[in-house]
């Protein structure tokens, strides 16, 4: 595994995100993760990293784990776009 974090082109959260001087992002604030790459292999291999980490972080208030992973994909050598859904029981 890497340790590094991993850190999405741009995210979408429907609230609750603060800026501010150490402006950070939890994965359970992230409702879609946008990845941008060259390949389609490299962005569903990004996009499957991503659906981990959010199943991985619990939800407040009631800190319950989502059924669902949403990530938004562009392909910017083909200038093509899809979307993934990783549902949590596979």
């Given at each position: 595994?890497?340790?590094?974090?991993?850190?999405?082109?741009?995210?979408?959260?429907?609230?609750?995100?603060?800026?501010?001087?150490?402006?950070?992002?939890?994965?359970?604030?992230?409702?879609?993760?946008?990845?941008?790459?060259?390949?389609?292999?490299?962005?569903?291999?990004?996009?499957?990293?991503?659906?981990?980490?959010?199943?991985?972080?619990?939800?407040?208030?009631?800190?319950?784990?989502?059924?669902?992973?949403m990530v938004f994909m562009f392909n910017h050598t083909t200038m093509e776009f899809s979307f993934a859904i990783f549902h949590r029981s596979g």
């Open positions: 595994g890497s340790r590094h974090a991993l850190k999405p082109d741009l995210v979408f959260s429907s609230g609750g995100i603060r800026k501010g001087k150490d402006f950070r992002v939890t994965w359970a604030q992230v409702d879609i993760a946008i990845e941008v790459k060259a390949t389609w292999l490299e962005l569903i291999d990004q996009a499957a990293s991503y659906a981990r980490c959010m199943f991985a972080a619990p939800e407040e208030p009631m800190y319950l784990y989502r059924r669902f992973a």
